[in-house]
């Protein structure tokens, strides 16, 4: 069966350090990968989406970028964290666009 | 434009008493409907989906969903709520039509009292 890691589950970083939140989907082969946002433990906002290696989408232009450098591993990162940046991050992984969508545990981020 | 609402932001509601957990939908071709659940700190779980088919969908923990395309609507239902179900509730549409987006409620908060 296939199942999504993600980590660090709780991150504290100061304002203008450096991020990186890693994102691992095992049991299936070329996923497609998401990153959303949940703030205020609401509304998800899609950030970022990859249908292979190398290919990322961009769905809001903002201080964050992702990479995908194998079929199974998407990272999301920031050179320089905002207050704004805080949240609750999630990846997630489909079999194709158009499949079910599955979760992983979520990334809580605090910047300081 | 695809879009979903959730037009209550918390349902409260009985133990063993029935729950409906509302949520319409606006998509351009034929769409693809999800229920997810939320519990504190955690990631979303999948519970049910509508694709094509029956109407009525069911899911995981005995919970079930109604497709009325008429009302453009996929309520989420459980005949008898348990405390357990206290929970963040996330209703998402997909265009069929093709595209990766999937538009996400804002969700609804479910408080079920013993």
């Known amino acids: 069966s296939q199942t999504i890691h993600q980590w660090p589950a709780t991150l504290v970083q100061p304002v203008g350090s450096p991020l990186s939140l890693e994102c691992t989907v095992e049991?299936?082969?070329?996923?497609?990968l998401y990153w959303y946002r949940q703030a205020a433990g609401r509304g998800l906002q899609l950030l970022f989406y990859?249908?292979?290696?190398?290919?990322i989408s961009s769905e809001v232009p903002q201080n964050l970028s992702a990479s995908r450098p194998q079929d199974r591993q998407f990272i999301l990162s920031s050179k320089k964290l905002l207050l704004s940046d805080s949240g609750f991050y999630l990846c997630?992984?489909?079999?194709?666009?158009?499949?079910?969508?599955?979760f992983g545990e979520g990334s809580w981020l605090t910047v300081v | 434009a695809q879009s979903v609402a959730q037009p209550e932001d918390q349902v409260n509601v009985a133990e063993g008493n029935p729950l409906t957990v509302k949520c319409t939908y606006s998509?351009?071709?034929?769409?693809?409907l999800f229920w997810y659940v939320q519990y504190p700190n955690r990631g979303l779980q999948f519970l049910l989906k509508?694709?094509?088919?029956?109407?009525l969908v069911k899911g995981s923990y005995g919970f079930e969903a109604e497709f009325n395309k008429s009302q453009t609507s996929f309520h989420l239902k459980k005949p008898s709520a348990l405390v357990s179900d206290s929970a963040l509730y996330f209703c998402?549409?997909?265009?069929?039509?093709?595209?990766?987006?999937?538009?996400f409620g804002a969700g609804t908060r479910l408080f079920v009292k013993a």
């Open positions: 997630a992984w489909s079999v194709t666009p158009r499949d079910t969508i599955y």
């Open positions: 049991g299936t082969s070329n996923p497609n």
């Open positions: 990859s249908v292979g290696i190398g290919q």
């Open positions: 998509v351009s071709g034929n769409p693809y």
């Open positions: 509508y694709i094509t088919g029956d109407n």
């Open positions: 998402a549409v997909r265009d069929a039509a093709g595209g990766f987006k999937t538009i």
